[in-house]
């Protein structure tokens, strides 16, 4: 039984301070922890900010300045949004996997579900999310930030959902029956297997929603429906007003900021979490690479957070995790009763009944919508999925081509991973569409240079998905495997068709997955783009619907929506659900 699997939800000890005088020590610990405090202060404050601002009154057209020193605050806003969207997003993914993970009826549902839900572009959550929280909220600020972290929400969350069922059905078949044979409760199952074994993917995926949060930033900050134009002061907004005035001194400034801003993230949330995440590899040999201490490590030396850690943080955690073990025991007995078993039942077909009239009021009211269409427009609509199909596949050719071996050689080599990891974070952190204005600057001077800068953004916009996923799944290649294809002296070609295509298989295919989702979701972006004044575009179903957005034509952003979804799940149902079906069956680590 690899013991680093099922135990290492213990977190590790704190490392040792490094040897120095104890003055030195006490006015390094004394710096830290009073900058520790002044930062906590910092967010206080500007979390009752946040709350002034959006629980006053709304303001649908607000000014955006363009003022570099409004910046810190713009930024901070922004990443307000993103950490509550990715929260909402992570606690979806968990929840919406597991369920899918765990029952094959559910499954036939639910993926399907999140196939379509993935094809669906930003903007065309738009309207419904919009008007649905403004209505909600129709006298405060609240529902307008409400509408932008669900915006933000569609573009994290869909990933890391892939990610986690993927995880879920390739454990390995020992670590299930060790879990049956120790009698483990289902919050110990989540607990100790599920999750550990799903946490090198759930990290390197989470970075790359962040990042595609971040990528439609700009849309979810500055939206327009119809004759209502949303704007929200933050990072995007910044930047979008920046493009729309071609302000190209603006327009450093703000990617100048996010990559700040990217940089402090990487340094104090991704870098040690990545570091802790390694010791959930699956492999029954201790690794021989040593983590390296980071700034967190530094900080986390200092005696009052330790001593935070050590009596309150820790002691509360235990306490919870017994709790819940307990009353999961107690709920499993409760609904094991016959008469709870029918209650529950009723329940799950009254909540079907409701789902199914729901859908049916639905599509009654989208069919009254598309009967003002005519038949040139769906032969135009065709004709822009059609252009749209063939650069969505181009880029993901593109990426495939150099994110495979570039992400197998940082998860193969701790040294280059050291030195990778924080050049590749960062530059999938930093949107594309923040340096969009600058590619537009360059590409517009050439005839047919929109098609080459949208081609570009779209590849921007795709390639992070394969890299981080094949990144994750050759770090999560159990040391021994590697260690055997070097006693049998493998060669290059032995060793990626043995060990390495098959350790990655089940990572690469959630990443194709997710990386051609997102390459749809670009489309919006990347073939329609205001630019100084003016828009500039190419023909695709990306621009009708982003036209169709500013227009107000609902007709139209419907029927574009549904023709865009219904060629993801298409490619989803005949490729990729295949192959993974085939990388939980013949590519699972098992013992």
């Not at 929280?133 to 307008?144: D, K, Y």
């Not at 599920?194 to 989470?206: A, C, E, H, K, Q």
């Not at 017994?322 to 009723?346: D, E, G, M, Y």
């Amino acid at each position: 039984m690899p013991a680093a699997t099922l135990s290492a939800a213990h977190p590790a000890p704190l490392p040792p301070a490094a040897k120095r005088p104890a003055g030195s020590r006490k006015s390094w610990a004394f710096l830290i922890d009073s900058a520790v405090f002044l930062f906590v202060f910092a967010m206080i404050f500007g979390i009752y900010a946040i709350g002034r601002t959006w629980l006053g009154p709304a303001h649908p057209q607000a000014h955006i300045s363009q003022n570099p020193r409004d910046l810190p605050l713009y930024a901070f806003y922004s990443l307000v949004r993103m950490v509550i969207a990715y929260a909402i997003s992570l606690l979806f993914a968990l929840a919406f996997g597991y369920a899918a993970a765990s029952s094959r009826r559910a499954e036939m549902i639910m993926i399907p579900l999140l196939d379509i839900l993935q094809s669906i572009p930003v903007l065309s959550f738009l309207p419904g999310v919009m008007l649905a929280m403004v209505a909600v909220f129709p006298h405060s600020q609240l529902g307008i930030e409400f509408g932008s972290i669900l915006l933000i929400f569609t573009g994290q969350a869909w990933n890391i959902a892939f990610s986690f069922y993927s995880s879920l059905k390739t454990i390995p078949r020992d670590l299930r029956e060790a879990a049956i044979i120790y009698r483990f409760s289902r919050w110990q199952r989540f607990v100790e297997l599920d999750l550990p074994f799903s946490t090198i993917g759930l990290v390197w995926n989470s970075m790359v929603s962040v990042a595609g949060g971040w990528f439609f930033l700009m849309a979810c900050e500055m939206f327009v429906l119809g004759k209502r134009d949303f704007r929200l002061p933050g990072l995007g907004s910044f930047l979008q007003t920046a493009a729309s005035h071609g302000d190209t001194r603006a327009i450093l400034w703000g990617v100048a900021a996010m990559i700040a801003l990217v940089v402090l993230l990487d340094q104090f949330v991704w870098r040690p979490i990545i570091l802790w995440a390694d010791k959930f590899k699956f492999e029954q040999v201790e690794s021989s690479s040593t983590p390296h201490p980071t700034l967190l490590h530094l900080i986390g030396r200092t005696s009052v957070l330790v001593r935070l850690y050590r009596r309150l943080f820790r002691p509360v955690v235990n306490r919870l995790t017994l709790l819940f073990t307990v009353s999961a025991r107690r709920a499993a007995k409760t609904f094991a009763a016959p008469k709870q078993h029918r209650l529950r039942q009723r329940m799950a077909y009254l909540l079907l009944a409701g789902i199914l009239v729901g859908l049916g009021f639905t599509v009654f009211h989208a069919i009254r919508e598309l009967s003002d269409l005519h038949r040139e427009d769906y032969v135009e609509l065709f004709r822009s999925a059609a252009l749209t199909f063939l650069r969505v596949n181009s880029a993901l050719l593109l990426s495939a081509l150099w994110t495979v071996p570039v992400g197998v050689a940082i998860g193969f080599s701790p040294r280059l991973a050291r030195m990778a990891q924080p050049f590749v974070q960062m530059a999938a952190a930093v949107p594309a569409t923040a340096l969009f204005p600058i590619i537009l600057l360059f590409f517009l001077r050439f005839r047919g240079g929109m098609e080459f800068a949208a081609m570009l953004l779209m590849l921007l916009g795709t390639q992070w998905y394969i890299l981080f996923n094949v990144i994750a799944g050759a770090m999560a290649i159990p040391s021994d495997l590697k260690e055997a294809a070097q006693i049998f002296h493998f060669a290059s070609w032995d060793r990626w068709r043995f060990l390495i295509l098959p350790g990655i298989f089940p990572y690469l295919v959630t990443g194709l997955v997710t990386a051609s989702g997102g390459a749809w979701n670009a489309s919006i972006i990347a073939e329609y783009f205001h630019f100084q004044g003016r828009t500039v575009s190419v023909p695709g179903l990306g621009s009708t619907i982003s036209s169709a957005s500013d227009a107000g034509r609902f007709d139209m952003l419907l029927a574009s929506t549904l023709i865009m979804a219904t060629i993801v799940v298409l490619i989803n149902r005949l490729v990729w659900r295949r192959l993974y079906r085939l990388a939980s069956s013949r590519f699972k680590l098992e013992t």
